[in-house]
């Protein structure tokens, strides 16, 4: 096997899925919806390319407009929206200024137990821990403060969402009780921080296993407009609405990949 071979059908992140998606293009679509879910950003000059190439391919729209039918009408053409997950202290070193410069809103999916308080308790510390252990990253960098998000929230572009508030598998929320405090407990905190009401709601981790019926039905009660999970998929009226989990390390083929709906049904195969 040629080297040039084995870089075609490897490459150290992607391993395997980089030929997939070539023979994968002819089920790409070129209109339609969809969500794209981001972590940690550590390179500021990979985040602006990367921004750079979605807004000069796609129309970049804001959460409250996937309620709106005129948005999901296949005429518009190829819309995403923006989330981030699990409150990163690089989001505003690295990502928001240049969000706010190219005006691109963002969704900010935020688990309040990450949340670096201004007079630390000894609980806070603990919860803190917790939720910090519950990312499952071997390297976690710092998190937002409490001035920081409510910098985000302010902001005109972006939105607030809930995401537990110790990032826990809510499949281990066994009672009602548990649910009230993990999700409703985030809640009431990002509202009362922000001063804002929470409409937005993501399941952590994401996958199908981790987004349980009982879940949904509470945020359903609960008032969340709508759930988010880790399934790629296109936005349609569904309650719980897929994303993409995608890297800036990434690149641009594989995101145009997945942004056009490629690698959904694999997913699904593989985690039936």
Request: charged share 25%; with cysteine; aromatic share 14%.
């Amino acid at each position: 096997m040629t080297r040039s071979y084995k870089r075609l059908m490897w490459s150290p992140r992607l391993g395997l899925r980089k030929p997939l998606m070539w023979l994968l293009k002819p089920r790409w679509k070129q209109s339609g919806t969809r969500v794209v879910c981001l972590h940690e950003i550590d390179d500021t000059k990979l985040f602006y390319k990367k921004m750079v190439w979605l807004k000069s391919n796609y129309n970049i729209i804001k959460m409250d407009d996937l309620t709106d039918l005129e948005f999901n009408a296949p005429r518009v053409g190829h819309n995403v929206v923006l989330t981030f997950d699990d409150c990163f202290a690089s989001w505003k070193t690295n990502a928001i200024t240049i969000l706010k410069a190219m005006e691109i809103p963002a969704t900010f999916f935020i688990p309040s137990g990450r949340i670096t308080r201004t007079d630390r308790t000894a609980a806070d510390v603990e919860m803190f821990r917790v939720t910090t252990r519950n990312l499952r990253r071997a390297i976690i960098g710092p998190s937002l403060t409490q001035q920081e998000v409510q910098s985000i929230a302010n902001d005109l572009l972006f939105t607030i969402g809930s995401h537990t508030i110790h990032h826990v598998d809510v499949r281990d929320c066994r009672f009602k009780t548990d649910y009230d405090a993990e999700i409703c407990g985030d809640r009431e905190y990002l509202r009362h921080l922000t001063g804002q009401w929470i409409r937005y709601f993501a399941f952590p981790y994401g996958m199908p296993k981790n987004c349980p019926w009982s879940a949904t039905l509470y945020c359903m009660k609960l008032g969340f407009k709508k759930v988010f999970s880790t399934i790629p998929g296109w936005v349609g009226q569904e309650y719980v609405i897929g994303r993409d989990c995608l890297s800036i390390e990434d690149p641009e083929w594989y995101w145009k990949a997945r942004l056009g709906g490629s690698y959904d049904w694999l997913y699904r195969r593989l985690h039936k």
